[in-house]
């Protein structure tokens, strides 16, 4: 029975996928050209954090924090189900969607008349980028041949390093302009990326579902006939698991950002906690019991899987704090223009490319864990140089450059092997919800990074030797995250996956 139906499933295949063989580097250009935009949107959006504040009467630094929470928090909670829509529906119809999204909600935030105007737009940015993720990534593992699989998506990943540099000079350079050009430079970008995916990227999804979303034979039917516990191959992903991994993440962040004004033993601030652990806890039971969760649970079985997004989550909390950091002491204690701050970055973001690209080098001869818990070391170690040279005077060259410099050595050493590991032993099947759940991670990592740095500035006085203070407490607590992550790193070392997973 099951050979009977063979051929027809391999006719539909090569419908779908005519492409994929013929014209693999034009398909990695494609979707890394739309992770590219994504990536720069976030680094020039970092550099014009100052102006933008300044056009909108001076809000405290908590409020204007929610450009960059309100993003990324969306982003988080919509990944997962986006992944699973796509895996089901089809990857670039997805792909094409959250790009279409994204673009027009970046002409929106251009267009804001208010800080609260910009934050909605950055919300529908956010779930154009929650499609354009997973289904870029998810594209890349299913449409290319197995051989090249593994370096498209260091490429990918790579990609969003290049944006890292690129991004604070051209996003100085426009905020010379204005910062409404840090969002507009998104259109020509996307339009070009829309046009190219249409022609040459070729549709893919669950082999297991048909069109019409029932359950073909396949793996996702177990011995006796049964759907797989799962039921992800003819449900829709759980609403109310999405709903509570937004509450969860949005409260804490929230109390973060917050705590302070607030009091940090006040019944707000405990009642928005409390929100934060009973979303979690409600979330995990509905994972566990619902039949179509946002998070396959059989995906938790595979160790490197696991690993890759603990260290994923404190990795990004390290790095979602990083770059504001940097800036904001740049702009606010030493006093730099926009566009000045973007060149003085420069050289970090710089050195994550190169090393990324002497990380794929070494994989080859050094277990894939032990490198990432290198690049987390050596993240650690330039961060503690931060920490220990910094001073009221704000010198550049001699406080923050050389600890910057050997931050973005870590982040090439660690970054594209460790997105790459957690990917490595997922069945193509899951390819786009797996990503889905490890981008998830990052982002969450970004909202506690920028919550705990605006927590930390906003404790201290403004005197230049509090400021100094605050900056110095923020670079210990990402020295001590990446030395965890240099821990659990070492979990990434690839073993067999099950065979259930």
């Known amino acids: 029975m099951q050979q009977a139906t063979q051929p027809a499933g391999t006719r539909r295949a090569r419908r779908e996928r005519p492409a994929g063989p013929d014209r693999p580097t034009a ?35 908590a409020d204007l924090s929610w450009v960059l929470n309100a993003y990324t928090i969306v982003y988080a909670a919509l990944l997962i189900p986006a992944g699973r829509l796509a895996d089901r529906h089809g990857r670039r119809a997805g792909f094409l969607a959250g790009l279409a999204v994204f673009t027009l909600a970046s002409a929106g935030c251009a267009a804001a008349p208010g800080l609260w105007w910009l934050v909605a737009f950055r919300v529908l940015q956010a779930a154009g980028a929650a499609l ?16 090249r ?38 259109l020509p970008v996307g339009v070009v990326a829309f046009a190219a995916a249409l022609r040459l990227v070729p549709e893919s999804r669950d082999g297991s579902v048909s069109r019409d979303g029932s359950v073909s034979r396949g793996g996702s039917v177990s011995r006796d006939g049964s759907v797989s516990p799962d039921g992800s191959v003819s449900r829709l992903p759980d609403p109310v698991g999405t709903l509570m991994l937004t509450v969860a993440i949005g409260a804490l962040a929230l109390g ?12 707000t601030t405990l009642g928005v906690f409390g929100a934060a652990v009973l979303g979690a806890a409600v979330l995990v039971v509905r994972v566990l019991r619902h039949p179509a969760p ?25 790095f979602g704090a990083l770059f504001p950091s940097v800036v904001l002491w740049l702009e606010s204690s030493a006093g730099y223009s926009a566009l000045a701050t973007g060149v003085a970055i420069l050289p970090g973001p710089l050195m994550v490319p190169v090393f990324a690209v002497v990380g794929q080098r070494l994989t080859r001869r050094v277990p894939v864990g032990a490198l990432v818990a290198a690049g987390n070391l050596v ?8 920490a220990l040279n910094a001073s009221a005077h704000a010198r550049f060259a001699t406080d923050v ?7 973005g050595v870590g982040i090439g050493l660690a970054l594209p092997s460790m997105i790459a590991a957690a990917t490595a032993d997922l069945p193509p099947a899951r390819a786009a919800t797996g990503s889905a759940v490890v981008n998830t991670g990052r982002q969450l990592g970004y909202v506690l990074g920028v919550a705990v740095l605006v927590a930390v500035l906003g404790t201290l006085d403004t005197s230049p030797h509090g ?9 210990w607590f990402i020295a001590a995250a990446t030395a965890l992550a240099a821990v659990t790193s070492l979990g990434l070392t690839r073993r067999n996956a099950p065979a259930d997973a």
């Open 27 to 61: 398909i990695v250009v494609v979707l890394c050209l739309a992770a590219f935009m994504a990536m720069l949107d976030v680094f020039v959006v970092n550099v014009a954090f100052t102006d933008i504040g300044a056009s909108f009467h001076g809000p405290s630094l």
């Open 401 to 407: 450059l050389p600890g910057w410099i050997v931050t």
């Open 379 to 386: 993240f650690c170690a330039g961060a503690a140089m931060l």
């Open 294 to 318: 946002i998070v396959d649970p059989a995906l938790w079985r595979v160790p490197t899987f696991v690993w890759a997004n603990v260290t994923a989550l404190v990795f990004c909390a390290a």
């Open 149 to 186: 699989r593994a370096g498209a998506v260091k490429v990918w990943a790579t990609t969003s390093s290049f944006a890292a540099a690129l991004g604070p000079v051209v996003g100085g350079a426009l905020v010379q302009l204005s910062w409404h050009w840090v969002f507009l430079i998104n």
């Open 132 to 147: 354009l993720t997973p289904t870029s990534l998810g594209l890349l593992l299913t449409a290319l041949p197995a051989e």
């Open 256 to 267: 973060l950002v917050k705590g302070d004004g607030w009091g940090w033993t006040s019944a």
């Open 467 to 475: 400021a100094v203070a605050g900056y110095r407490h923020a670079w």
